[in-house]
C-alpha cells in the first residue's frame, strides 16, 4: 500500500492585513525539497478590513476565521488545528507583515524532513537588522538566553515566529498566554522533550510597525510574565523548590548565625531576632514546599489528561486527507 503523499501547510494568522497580505503571499514557494504538496492557510483574526478577499485573490488554499478578535496565540492554534485536518505532515508558521523571506522555508523544513527536529525555529540575524534599536537588540538576545535557560532548548531566537512543526509536534502543543505562543511553546517543548533545531533565516525591510510590541517596557514585563508562568505550568517542582530556596537558605543562615553567636557570644546578647526570623522563614520554605508537592501532582494529573486529548486528537485525525 502506497503512503499518502507529504504535505507541508504554510500558515499565516492575519488581522487587518490586507495591504501586506499580498507581498508576503508572492514570496511563499509553491514547491519545498521533501513534500509532495504545499499548501497556504491563513487564519483571520476577526478582521475588519478585506484580508479575506484578499488571501482568496491570491490563491490561499484554506481561509478560517475568528468571528472576533482572540488575540495571536489563538490564532496560531486555530491555524494548527486547521492543518492538521487538512493533512498536513509539517506546518510553518509566518508573519504577514512579510518579516521573514518565503525563500528560507527549505532551511527551515530541512530538519523535519531529515528527521533531525520536531520543532525548527529560524534564527533572524538580530545584530544587522537596521529597525531594530540597541536596546531591543539588547533584549531579544537577554530573553533569548532566559528562555533557553527555563526551556533546556538551544534555541537562539526565542521570539521568532517563522517556525516548522512536524505533525506530532504539533499535536501535542497548548498555548495557555493569549498575548503570545513563541516564549511558552519552546518551554513546553523542553518540558516533553521534544527536538528544538535552530537554523540561520533572512529577513525583509520592515513594511509596519510591530503590532505585538507597543513598547520595550511593555514587551519586557509581558514576555516575564509568560515565561514564569510557563515554568510553573510545566515544571511546577521545581519552579516552587526554587521558590522555597530562597527563604529556606537565608532562614538556616540566620538560624546558623545565632546558634554561633549563643555558644560564644556574652549571655546578654543572645540575638533572639535572628532565632525568630530564621524559624519564620525556615516555616515560609516548608509551606512553599508543600505547594511544590501539590502542584506536581496537579500536574501530572494535566499530564494524564492531556495525553488522552493527544490521543484522541490522533484518532479523530487518522482519517484527514494528506
Known sequence: MNSPPSKLVIQIPCLDEEDTLPMTIADLPREVPGFDVVEWLVIDDGSTDRTVQV??????HHVVSHGRNRGLAAAFLT??????KAGATAIVNTDADNQYQGSCIADLTAPLVAGQADIVVGERPIGSIEEFSFVKKLLQRLGTWVV????GTPVRDAASGFRAFGREAALRLRVHNRYTYTMETLIQAGAENLRVVSVPIKVNPETRPSRLVKSSLSYVMRSMKTIVRSYAI???????TILAAVPGI???ALLGRWCYYFLTDDVY??????LMA?????????QVMVI??????????RRMIEDEAYARRRRDLADAPG
Open 269 to 274: 546578647h543572645p540575638r533572639l531576632p535572628n
Open 278 to 286: 530564621g524559624v519564620v522563614l525556615i516555616v515560609i520554605a516548608g
Open 55 to 60: 488571501a482568496r485573490e491570491c490563491g490561499v
Open 234 to 240: 510545566y515544571r511546577p517542582f521545581r519552579f516552587f
Open 250 to 252: 537565608l532562614g538556616v
Open 292 to 301: 511544590a508537592f501539590m502542584a506536581d501532582v496537579v500536574a501530572a494529573n
Open 79 to 84: 491555524g494548527l488545528d486547521a492543518a492538521l
Open 148 to 151: 533557553r535557560r527555563f526551556s
